[in-house]
């Protein structure tokens, strides 16, 4: 069993008898299908259709609190806000210290069978990745049985891409992101910011860039470094631990330079592409 104090994720409240419309109308999965035991994940788009932010979403007693990089929390709410209009709803960061000496709250991973305490859901978008929690930060930090490299090195195996890190926030479509992939769209529900464009990009299947776990012999190459085939670049190199790590592919590049058995090259590191384990 192994728990690990993600510390660089926050925790975003939007509550309010408008909470779940409002939601609804902005994000890219279905609200409907969060409840207090089933968590969802999805992103804020711009309206060209890019991710600004993603996140984990769950009910707590009628409201919903989203899971979120912490250095993003206070950008998500102003975004937020600038769509509240007349909705009903209450934007609050509770990571940041509160009122009355409320603890700041923080999130937890929890993978290989570990229970977890707080408010407990499973992690939806990979069957193996496993379940998280929120709780007061200092709680976490104090009964982590692992660290936060650990289930980074777990996530990579599973596949699961990381804002910020396999991809850029504001630079990057949904489809690049994998998000139709490891459920973070919803292509029946009705409008949300950016919708069009996700819905044409899935319609045409034209999405030409995928994060893709990769094998790699040599040291592993730093986030931002560019996989090479030959002189063609194809792709560049996102989160990695030990000989396993996540890359942004032109997949069409790829197809081409494997056809004609080139090998791929990142630093000095050779790069083997490969499906994500079932771990």
């Given at each position: 069993m192994a728990s690990?104090?993600?510390?660089?994720?926050?925790?975003?409240?939007?509550?309010?008898?408008?909470?779940r419309s409002f939601l609804q109308g902005l994000v890219t999965c279905n609200m409907d299908g969060v409840s207090p035991g089933t968590a969802g994940f999805g992103a804020l788009l711009s309206p060209q259709g890019k991710i600004l932010f993603d996140f984990l979403i769950v009910e707590d007693k009628g409201a919903f609190l989203l899971d979120t990089p912490l250095a993003l929390c206070g950008d998500l709410i102003k975004r937020l806000s600038l769509y509240k209009l007349r909705a009903k709803v209450v934007l609050r960061d509770l990571s940041a210290p509160g009122d009355a000496g409320l603890d700041p709250m923080g999130v937890m991973a929890l993978w290989d069978g570990e229970p977890g305490e707080g408010?407990?859901?499973?992690?939806?978008?990979?069957?193996?990745?496993?379940?998280?929690?929120?709780?007061?930060?200092?709680?976490?930090?104090?009964?982590?049985?692992?660290?936060a490299d650990d289930y980074e090195g777990h996530r990579i195996r599973c596949g699961v891409p990381k804002g910020g890190v396999d991809f850029a926030f504001g630079d990057t479509f949904p489809h690049d992101a994998d998000m139709d992939l490891i459920h973070g769209v919803d292509f029946r529900k009705g409008c949300y910011i950016g919708q069009e464009v996700v819905s044409r990009v899935e319609h045409r299947g034209s999405a030409r860039k995928r994060i893709i776990p990769v094998s790699l012999r040599g040291t592993a190459p730093a986030p931002g470094s560019e996989i090479r085939a030959g002189e063609i670049v194809i792709g560049t190199m996102g989160s990695a631990a030990g000989d396993r790590g996540l890359a942004m592919i032109r997949t069409d590049r790829a197809e081409e330079a494997l056809a004609a058995g080139l090998q791929l090259i990142a630093g000095t590191s050779i790069v083997e592409l490969m499906p994500a384990d079932v771990v």
């Open positions: 690990a104090f993600l510390d660089d994720r926050g925790v975003v409240r939007v509550e309010g008898e408008d909470a408010l407990v859901y499973d992690d939806p978008r990979h069957e193996t990745l496993g379940r998280r929690s929120i709780l007061p930060r200092h709680v976490a930090r104090a009964s982590a049985s692992a660290t």
